[in-house]
Protein backbone atom coordinates (compact mmCIF):
# COMPACT_ATOMS: atom_id res chain seq x y z
CA UNK A 1 0.00 0.00 0.00
CA UNK A 2 1.05 3.55 -0.60
CA UNK A 3 3.35 3.71 2.50
CA UNK A 4 3.27 7.50 2.78
CA UNK A 5 -0.78 7.49 4.08
CA UNK A 6 -1.23 9.47 7.09
CA UNK A 7 -1.85 7.44 10.17
CA UNK A 8 -4.35 8.78 12.96
CA UNK A 9 -5.22 8.05 16.09
CA UNK A 10 -8.86 6.16 16.68
CA UNK A 11 -11.26 6.53 20.15
CA UNK A 12 -10.61 4.93 22.93
CA UNK A 13 -14.46 3.27 23.53
CA UNK A 14 -17.07 2.94 21.20
CA UNK A 15 -19.96 5.16 21.65
CA UNK A 16 -23.41 3.25 22.90
CA UNK A 17 -25.47 5.44 20.42
CA UNK A 18 -25.11 8.41 17.92
CA UNK A 19 -27.25 10.32 15.76
CA UNK A 20 -25.48 9.22 12.44
CA UNK A 21 -23.35 6.14 11.79
CA UNK A 22 -20.73 6.50 9.05
CA UNK A 23 -19.12 3.09 7.52
CA UNK A 24 -16.28 3.94 5.89
CA UNK A 25 -13.20 5.87 5.90
CA UNK A 26 -12.88 7.01 2.36
CA UNK A 27 -12.43 10.64 1.07
CA UNK A 28 -16.56 10.27 0.63
CA UNK A 29 -17.23 8.72 4.63
CA UNK A 30 -15.02 11.37 5.81
CA UNK A 31 -16.44 14.01 3.79
CA UNK A 32 -20.05 13.46 5.05
CA UNK A 33 -19.19 12.47 8.61
CA UNK A 34 -17.47 16.49 8.57
CA UNK A 35 -20.38 17.97 7.03
CA UNK A 36 -22.80 16.10 9.49
CA UNK A 37 -20.56 17.31 12.40
CA UNK A 38 -20.48 20.59 10.88
CA UNK A 39 -24.52 20.52 11.13
CA UNK A 40 -24.24 19.98 14.79
CA UNK A 41 -25.36 16.02 14.66
CA UNK A 42 -23.45 13.49 16.56
CA UNK A 43 -21.45 10.97 14.16
CA UNK A 44 -19.44 7.73 15.24
CA UNK A 45 -17.57 7.08 12.12
CA UNK A 46 -16.30 3.16 11.93
CA UNK A 47 -13.37 1.83 9.67
CA UNK A 48 -12.78 -2.08 9.24
CA UNK A 49 -8.84 -0.67 8.91
CA UNK A 50 -7.02 2.53 8.05
CA UNK A 51 -8.56 5.57 7.31
CA UNK A 52 -7.89 6.22 3.82
CA UNK A 53 -5.78 3.64 2.94
CA UNK A 54 -7.42 1.67 0.40
CA UNK A 55 -9.11 3.61 -3.17
CA UNK A 56 -8.78 6.97 -1.80
CA UNK A 57 -4.97 6.91 -1.11
CA UNK A 58 -4.27 4.89 -4.35
CA UNK A 59 -5.82 7.58 -6.96
CA UNK A 60 -4.46 9.97 -9.33
CA UNK A 61 -5.45 12.97 -6.91
CA UNK A 62 -7.25 15.08 -9.39
CA UNK A 63 -9.77 17.63 -8.40
CA UNK A 64 -11.60 18.41 -11.88
CA UNK A 65 -14.82 19.64 -13.52
CA UNK A 66 -13.22 19.43 -16.64
CA UNK A 67 -14.56 16.25 -19.07
CA UNK A 68 -17.09 15.42 -16.43
CA UNK A 69 -20.25 14.44 -18.00
CA UNK A 70 -22.97 16.33 -17.55
CA UNK A 71 -24.87 15.06 -14.96
CA UNK A 72 -21.88 15.30 -12.46
CA UNK A 73 -20.64 18.88 -13.19
CA UNK A 74 -22.64 20.57 -10.33
CA UNK A 75 -21.37 18.26 -8.03
CA UNK A 76 -17.77 18.41 -9.14
CA UNK A 77 -18.44 22.04 -9.53
CA UNK A 78 -19.29 21.77 -5.43
CA UNK A 79 -16.35 19.63 -4.72
CA UNK A 80 -13.87 22.01 -6.34
CA UNK A 81 -15.03 25.08 -4.19
CA UNK A 82 -15.04 22.95 -1.27
CA UNK A 83 -11.43 21.99 -1.97
CA UNK A 84 -10.38 25.37 -2.14
CA UNK A 85 -12.12 26.04 1.23
CA UNK A 86 -11.86 23.07 3.59
CA UNK A 87 -8.06 24.29 3.95
CA UNK A 88 -9.41 27.54 5.74
CA UNK A 89 -12.19 26.04 7.30
CA UNK A 90 -10.17 23.41 9.00
CA UNK A 91 -6.49 24.22 9.68
CA UNK A 92 -5.58 21.20 7.78
CA UNK A 93 -3.43 20.43 5.20
CA UNK A 94 -5.25 18.49 2.11
CA UNK A 95 -2.45 19.10 -0.41
CA UNK A 96 -4.98 21.15 -2.35
CA UNK A 97 -3.60 23.62 -5.32
CA UNK A 98 -4.97 24.58 -8.56
CA UNK A 99 -2.49 23.63 -10.92
CA UNK A 100 -4.79 23.14 -14.29
CA UNK A 101 -5.37 19.61 -15.55
CA UNK A 102 -4.44 18.19 -18.93
CA UNK A 103 -5.27 15.82 -21.24
CA UNK A 104 -3.93 15.42 -24.71
CA UNK A 105 -4.30 13.06 -27.51
CA UNK A 106 -3.56 11.93 -31.00
CA UNK A 107 -6.97 10.59 -32.04
CA UNK A 108 -8.60 13.13 -34.60
CA UNK A 109 -12.13 11.67 -33.08
CA UNK A 110 -11.37 12.31 -29.38
CA UNK A 111 -10.62 15.42 -29.99
CA UNK A 112 -13.81 16.49 -32.12
CA UNK A 113 -15.69 14.88 -28.47
CA UNK A 114 -13.74 17.03 -26.83
CA UNK A 115 -15.12 19.91 -28.94
CA UNK A 116 -18.36 18.81 -27.85
CA UNK A 117 -17.70 18.76 -24.54
CA UNK A 118 -16.23 22.74 -25.18
CA UNK A 119 -19.57 23.61 -25.73
CA UNK A 120 -21.21 22.32 -22.74
CA UNK A 121 -18.35 23.98 -20.62
CA UNK A 122 -19.30 27.63 -22.50
CA UNK A 123 -22.53 27.30 -21.45
CA UNK A 124 -22.22 26.46 -18.50
CA UNK A 125 -19.46 29.30 -17.74
CA UNK A 126 -16.77 26.55 -17.04
CA UNK A 127 -13.07 27.68 -18.38
CA UNK A 128 -12.21 24.16 -19.98
CA UNK A 129 -10.85 24.17 -23.27
CA UNK A 130 -9.71 22.48 -26.15
CA UNK A 131 -6.21 23.13 -26.96
CA UNK A 132 -4.29 23.15 -30.45
CA UNK A 133 -0.93 21.07 -30.40
CA UNK A 134 0.76 24.37 -30.42
CA UNK A 135 -1.08 25.70 -27.36
CA UNK A 136 -0.24 21.99 -25.56
CA UNK A 137 3.44 22.60 -26.89
CA UNK A 138 3.41 25.65 -25.08
CA UNK A 139 2.26 24.47 -21.81
CA UNK A 140 4.72 21.02 -22.36
CA UNK A 141 7.93 22.69 -22.55
CA UNK A 142 10.22 19.40 -21.87
CA UNK A 143 7.81 16.89 -24.37
CA UNK A 144 9.91 15.43 -26.39
CA UNK A 145 6.32 14.80 -28.55
CA UNK A 146 3.65 16.91 -29.69
CA UNK A 147 0.31 15.84 -29.87
CA UNK A 148 -2.58 17.08 -31.97
CA UNK A 149 -4.52 18.64 -29.42
CA UNK A 150 -5.54 18.54 -25.65
CA UNK A 151 -8.73 19.54 -23.19
CA UNK A 152 -7.56 21.80 -20.42
CA UNK A 153 -8.19 23.98 -17.71
CA UNK A 154 -5.97 26.48 -15.80
CA UNK A 155 -8.47 26.04 -12.74
CA UNK A 156 -8.75 22.27 -12.23
CA UNK A 157 -6.11 21.31 -9.43
CA UNK A 158 -5.23 18.07 -7.53
CA UNK A 159 -4.82 17.16 -3.71
CA UNK A 160 -2.27 14.55 -2.12
CA UNK A 161 -4.45 11.39 -1.62
CA UNK A 162 -2.57 10.36 1.34
CA UNK A 163 -3.21 13.39 2.97
CA UNK A 164 -6.81 14.34 2.24
CA UNK A 165 -9.11 11.63 4.08
CA UNK A 166 -7.28 12.08 7.21
CA UNK A 167 -7.47 15.55 7.36
CA UNK A 168 -10.59 15.53 6.67
CA UNK A 169 -11.52 12.98 9.48
CA UNK A 170 -9.72 14.77 11.89
CA UNK A 171 -11.38 18.16 11.33
CA UNK A 172 -14.76 15.88 11.76
CA UNK A 173 -13.45 14.69 14.88
CA UNK A 174 -12.45 18.48 15.83
CA UNK A 175 -16.56 19.06 15.66
CA UNK A 176 -17.17 16.41 17.47
CA UNK A 177 -16.86 12.91 15.36
CA UNK A 178 -15.88 9.96 16.93
CA UNK A 179 -13.53 7.85 14.60
CA UNK A 180 -13.07 4.27 15.19
CA UNK A 181 -10.28 2.01 13.22
CA UNK A 182 -10.22 -1.52 12.83
CA UNK A 183 -13.63 -1.63 14.31
CA UNK A 184 -15.73 -3.60 11.31
CA UNK A 185 -19.32 -2.91 10.75
CA UNK A 186 -20.77 -5.93 10.53
CA UNK A 187 -24.61 -5.16 9.60
CA UNK A 188 -27.36 -3.11 10.48
CA UNK A 189 -30.06 -3.73 13.65
CA UNK A 190 -34.08 -2.70 12.67
CA UNK A 191 -37.15 -1.95 14.44
CA UNK A 192 -40.53 -1.52 13.21
CA UNK A 193 -38.75 -2.13 9.04
CA UNK A 194 -36.08 0.72 9.93
CA UNK A 195 -32.38 0.89 10.91
CA UNK A 196 -32.05 1.11 14.74
CA UNK A 197 -28.38 0.76 15.09
CA UNK A 198 -24.99 -0.44 13.83
CA UNK A 199 -23.99 -4.24 14.95
CA UNK A 200 -19.64 -4.04 14.95
CA UNK A 201 -16.88 -5.99 15.82
CA UNK A 202 -16.69 -4.28 19.31
CA UNK A 203 -20.10 -3.53 19.78
CA UNK A 204 -23.99 -1.78 19.13
CA UNK A 205 -24.08 1.18 18.17
CA UNK A 206 -28.06 2.40 18.66
CA UNK A 207 -28.77 4.81 15.79
CA UNK A 208 -31.59 5.85 13.51
CA UNK A 209 -29.36 6.81 10.46
CA UNK A 210 -26.56 5.01 8.75
CA UNK A 211 -24.56 5.84 5.65
CA UNK A 212 -22.56 2.71 4.16
CA UNK A 213 -19.40 4.73 2.16
CA UNK A 214 -17.68 0.96 2.08
CA UNK A 215 -16.35 2.14 -1.48
CA UNK A 216 -15.61 -1.53 -3.37
CA UNK A 217 -17.24 -3.34 -0.01
CA UNK A 218 -20.84 -1.49 0.02
CA UNK A 219 -22.55 -4.25 -2.37
CA UNK A 220 -21.47 -6.92 0.16
CA UNK A 221 -22.45 -4.93 3.06
CA UNK A 222 -26.06 -4.03 1.02
CA UNK A 223 -26.90 -7.55 -0.39
CA UNK A 224 -26.43 -9.09 3.30
CA UNK A 225 -29.60 -7.27 3.96
CA UNK A 226 -31.56 -7.71 0.83
CA UNK A 227 -29.98 -4.66 -1.59
CA UNK A 228 -29.14 -5.14 -4.49
CA UNK A 229 -26.37 -2.49 -5.96
CA UNK A 230 -24.68 -3.25 -9.21
CA UNK A 231 -21.06 -2.53 -8.72
CA UNK A 232 -17.95 -4.30 -9.94
CA UNK A 233 -14.31 -3.70 -9.55
CA UNK A 234 -11.04 -3.03 -12.04
CA UNK A 235 -7.65 -3.83 -10.18
CA UNK A 236 -5.77 -0.62 -11.28
CA UNK A 237 -2.00 -0.06 -10.46
CA UNK A 238 0.37 3.36 -10.19
CA UNK A 239 3.49 3.96 -8.52
CA UNK A 240 5.61 7.12 -7.20
CA UNK A 241 8.92 8.07 -8.48
CA UNK A 242 11.60 9.65 -6.97
CA UNK A 243 12.22 13.66 -7.14
CA UNK A 244 13.01 14.95 -10.27
CA UNK A 245 12.85 18.22 -12.87
CA UNK A 246 9.30 19.59 -12.93
CA UNK A 247 7.66 19.57 -16.20
CA UNK A 248 4.47 20.58 -15.19
CA UNK A 249 3.31 21.84 -11.78
CA UNK A 250 -0.31 19.76 -12.70
CA UNK A 251 -1.34 16.85 -14.01
CA UNK A 252 -1.33 15.54 -17.53
CA UNK A 253 -2.99 12.05 -19.48
CA UNK A 254 -1.81 11.05 -22.36
CA UNK A 255 -3.93 8.07 -23.14
CA UNK A 256 -1.35 4.67 -22.54
CA UNK A 257 -0.36 6.74 -19.12
CA UNK A 258 -1.13 9.70 -16.61
CA UNK A 259 1.26 11.76 -14.13
CA UNK A 260 1.02 14.27 -11.52
CA UNK A 261 3.17 16.35 -10.08
CA UNK A 262 3.88 15.96 -6.05
CA UNK A 263 4.00 17.85 -3.62
CA UNK A 264 7.18 15.51 -2.79
CA UNK A 265 9.49 16.16 -5.82
CA UNK A 266 8.42 13.49 -7.47
CA UNK A 267 5.60 12.04 -10.00
CA UNK A 268 2.60 9.39 -9.24
CA UNK A 269 2.57 7.52 -12.29
CA UNK A 270 -0.61 5.06 -13.38
CA UNK A 271 -1.72 3.31 -16.18
CA UNK A 272 -4.90 5.88 -17.54
CA UNK A 273 -7.89 3.08 -17.93
CA UNK A 274 -6.06 -0.13 -17.62
CA UNK A 275 -6.58 -2.73 -15.34
CA UNK A 276 -7.24 -6.30 -14.74
CA UNK A 277 -11.16 -7.60 -13.93
CA UNK A 278 -10.86 -11.16 -12.25
CA UNK A 279 -14.51 -12.82 -12.56
CA UNK A 280 -15.98 -13.36 -9.55
CA UNK A 281 -19.53 -14.21 -8.27
CA UNK A 282 -20.71 -10.57 -7.70
CA UNK A 283 -19.31 -9.66 -11.46
CA UNK A 284 -21.31 -12.48 -12.70
CA UNK A 285 -24.72 -11.49 -10.86
CA UNK A 286 -24.29 -7.88 -12.07
CA UNK A 287 -22.22 -8.61 -15.75
CA UNK A 288 -25.46 -7.73 -17.91
CA UNK A 289 -25.57 -4.19 -16.48
CA UNK A 290 -22.01 -3.22 -16.89
CA UNK A 291 -21.62 -4.93 -20.36
CA UNK A 292 -22.02 -1.82 -22.22
CA UNK A 293 -19.22 -0.21 -19.73
CA UNK A 294 -17.23 -2.74 -20.26
CA UNK A 295 -17.26 -3.01 -24.16
CA UNK A 296 -16.50 1.02 -24.14
CA UNK A 297 -13.03 -0.14 -21.98
CA UNK A 298 -12.55 -3.36 -23.35
CA UNK A 299 -9.20 -2.58 -24.93
CA UNK A 300 -7.43 -1.90 -21.60
CA UNK A 301 -9.11 -4.49 -19.72
CA UNK A 302 -7.42 -7.85 -18.80
CA UNK A 303 -9.96 -10.33 -17.72
CA UNK A 304 -8.84 -13.18 -15.10
CA UNK A 305 -9.64 -15.74 -12.69
CA UNK A 306 -8.12 -15.33 -9.39
CA UNK A 307 -8.60 -15.23 -5.53
CA UNK A 308 -11.15 -12.66 -5.70
CA UNK A 309 -13.74 -15.46 -6.91
CA UNK A 310 -13.26 -16.48 -3.04
CA UNK A 311 -11.92 -14.20 -0.75
CA UNK A 312 -12.74 -9.89 -1.17
CA UNK A 313 -15.87 -7.59 -1.66
CA UNK A 314 -17.06 -9.69 -4.47
CA UNK A 315 -16.73 -12.87 -3.62
CA UNK A 316 -19.54 -14.81 -2.31
CA UNK A 317 -19.21 -14.89 1.40
CA UNK A 318 -22.33 -14.77 4.32
CA UNK A 319 -21.99 -14.30 7.62
CA UNK A 320 -24.00 -13.57 10.92
CA UNK A 321 -23.44 -10.60 12.98
CA UNK A 322 -22.15 -12.38 16.20
CA UNK A 323 -19.31 -13.65 14.63
CA UNK A 324 -16.33 -12.58 12.44
CA UNK A 325 -17.09 -11.14 8.90
CA UNK A 326 -15.58 -10.74 5.29
CA UNK A 327 -14.70 -7.25 6.63
CA UNK A 328 -12.33 -8.45 9.46
CA UNK A 329 -10.48 -10.80 7.17
CA UNK A 330 -9.00 -7.98 4.65
CA UNK A 331 -9.01 -4.50 6.76
CA UNK A 332 -6.88 -3.35 3.71
CA UNK A 333 -7.75 -4.46 0.02
CA UNK A 334 -3.89 -3.90 -1.05
CA UNK A 335 -3.94 -5.85 -4.00
CA UNK A 336 -0.12 -5.85 -5.39
CA UNK A 337 0.73 -3.84 -8.85
CA UNK A 338 0.80 -4.81 -12.07
CA UNK A 339 4.47 -4.23 -12.60
CA UNK A 340 4.36 -5.00 -16.07
CA UNK A 341 1.25 -2.21 -16.79
CA UNK A 342 3.92 0.24 -14.27
CA UNK A 343 6.58 -0.57 -16.69
CA UNK A 344 5.06 -0.11 -19.73
CA UNK A 345 3.90 3.56 -18.16
CA UNK A 346 7.04 4.74 -17.42
CA UNK A 347 8.88 3.66 -20.35
CA UNK A 348 6.35 6.02 -22.44
CA UNK A 349 6.22 8.26 -19.60
CA UNK A 350 10.33 8.72 -20.21
CA UNK A 351 10.32 8.66 -23.90
CA UNK A 352 7.80 11.61 -23.88
CA UNK A 353 10.39 13.93 -21.69
CA UNK A 354 13.67 13.47 -22.41
CA UNK A 355 15.10 15.14 -19.09
CA UNK A 356 13.25 12.09 -17.53
CA UNK A 357 15.38 9.89 -18.81
CA UNK A 358 16.74 7.90 -16.07
CA UNK A 359 13.68 8.61 -13.74
CA UNK A 360 13.10 5.46 -11.41
CA UNK A 361 10.35 4.51 -9.36
CA UNK A 362 10.47 4.46 -5.25
CA UNK A 363 7.09 2.72 -5.01
CA UNK A 364 4.16 1.09 -6.41
CA UNK A 365 0.72 -0.23 -5.28
CA UNK A 366 -2.27 -1.54 -6.61
CA UNK A 367 -5.73 -0.57 -6.43
CA UNK A 368 -9.40 -1.93 -6.46
CA UNK A 369 -11.66 1.19 -8.19
CA UNK A 370 -15.18 0.11 -7.65
CA UNK A 371 -17.60 0.85 -10.24
CA UNK A 372 -21.07 1.27 -10.80
CA UNK A 373 -22.97 0.66 -14.34
CA UNK A 374 -23.49 4.20 -15.55
CA UNK A 375 -19.98 5.27 -13.72
CA UNK A 376 -22.01 7.67 -11.31
CA UNK A 377 -21.74 7.85 -8.06
CA UNK A 378 -24.43 7.10 -5.52
CA UNK A 379 -25.37 8.83 -2.94
CA UNK A 380 -28.67 8.29 -2.01
CA UNK A 381 -31.37 6.70 0.33
CA UNK A 382 -32.53 3.48 0.14
CA UNK A 383 -36.24 3.51 0.10
CA UNK A 384 -36.79 0.03 1.34
CA UNK A 385 -34.77 0.29 4.54
CA UNK A 386 -35.65 3.88 5.62
CA UNK A 387 -32.92 5.64 8.03
CA UNK A 388 -30.34 3.59 5.30
CA UNK A 389 -27.69 5.84 2.85
CA UNK A 390 -25.31 5.22 0.44
CA UNK A 391 -22.51 6.89 -0.72
CA UNK A 392 -20.48 5.16 -3.39
CA UNK A 393 -19.37 4.25 -6.63
CA UNK A 394 -16.67 6.58 -7.65
CA UNK A 395 -15.71 4.78 -10.47
CA UNK A 396 -12.51 5.90 -11.15
CA UNK A 397 -12.86 9.50 -10.58
CA UNK A 398 -14.21 10.02 -7.42
CA UNK A 399 -11.88 11.08 -5.67
CA UNK A 400 -11.99 14.55 -6.53
CA UNK A 401 -15.55 14.55 -6.14
CA UNK A 402 -15.51 13.17 -2.94
CA UNK A 403 -16.15 16.77 -0.64
CA UNK A 404 -19.87 17.59 -2.45
CA UNK A 405 -20.28 13.44 -2.38
CA UNK A 406 -20.12 14.08 1.12
CA UNK A 407 -22.00 17.24 1.24
CA UNK A 408 -24.84 15.92 -0.50
CA UNK A 409 -25.09 13.06 1.54
CA UNK A 410 -24.65 15.01 4.66
CA UNK A 411 -27.85 16.90 3.33
CA UNK A 412 -29.65 13.94 2.29
CA UNK A 413 -29.15 12.14 5.82
CA UNK A 414 -29.93 15.20 8.01
CA UNK A 415 -32.95 15.78 5.95
CA UNK A 416 -32.31 19.45 4.96
CA UNK A 417 -32.67 21.07 1.41
CA UNK A 418 -29.32 19.50 -0.78
CA UNK A 419 -27.42 22.22 -2.51
CA UNK A 420 -27.22 20.71 -5.54
CA UNK A 421 -29.83 18.35 -7.33
CA UNK A 422 -29.57 14.49 -6.09
CA UNK A 423 -31.36 13.17 -8.50
CA UNK A 424 -28.85 11.93 -11.10
CA UNK A 425 -27.21 10.42 -7.76
CA UNK A 426 -30.36 8.34 -6.67
CA UNK A 427 -30.14 4.41 -5.86
CA UNK A 428 -33.99 3.85 -7.42
CA UNK A 429 -31.91 4.58 -10.83
CA UNK A 430 -31.34 0.51 -10.93
CA UNK A 431 -34.95 -0.10 -10.86
CA UNK A 432 -37.11 2.38 -12.06
CA UNK A 433 -36.60 1.94 -15.94
CA UNK A 434 -33.47 4.43 -16.15
CA UNK A 435 -31.15 3.21 -19.11
CA UNK A 436 -28.09 2.76 -17.04
CA UNK A 437 -25.68 3.55 -19.99
CA UNK A 438 -21.63 4.96 -19.21
CA UNK A 439 -21.97 8.38 -21.18
CA UNK A 440 -19.63 10.86 -22.09
CA UNK A 441 -20.92 14.29 -21.41
CA UNK A 442 -24.97 13.76 -21.65
Known amino acids: MPSTVAAIASEGTLPHKADVVVIGGGIMGVSAAYYLARKGHS ?45 GETGRNLGFRRTGL ?50 YSPTDGCAEPFLAAPAIAEAARALGATLHQNVAARGLETEAGRVSGVVTEAGLIRTSAVLCAGGAWTSMFCRHHGISLPQAGVFASACRTERALEVTAG ?26 V ?3 PQGLRYGKQFLPLFLR ?81 VISAVEKLPGFFLATGGSGHGFGMGPGCGRLAADLVAGDNPEIDPTPFRFSRFSDGTRLRPSLWD
Not at 119 to 132: F, K, M, T, Y
Open 102 to 151: LVVTDDPAELAGWERWEQIARERQLDGRVLSSGEVAKLLPQAGKTWLGGL
Open 251 to 276: GVSAGQYAFLRRLDGGYTVAVAGGGR
Open 297 to 377: RRRKLRLSVGRSFFRGPESAARWTLDAPSPFEAIRVLDPPADNRLIAAAMARFRADYPALAGLKVAQSWGGFIDSIPDARP
Open 43 to 87: VALVEKGQIGAEQSSRNWGWCRLTGRSVPELEIARLSLSQWSSLA
Open 278 to 280: ELT
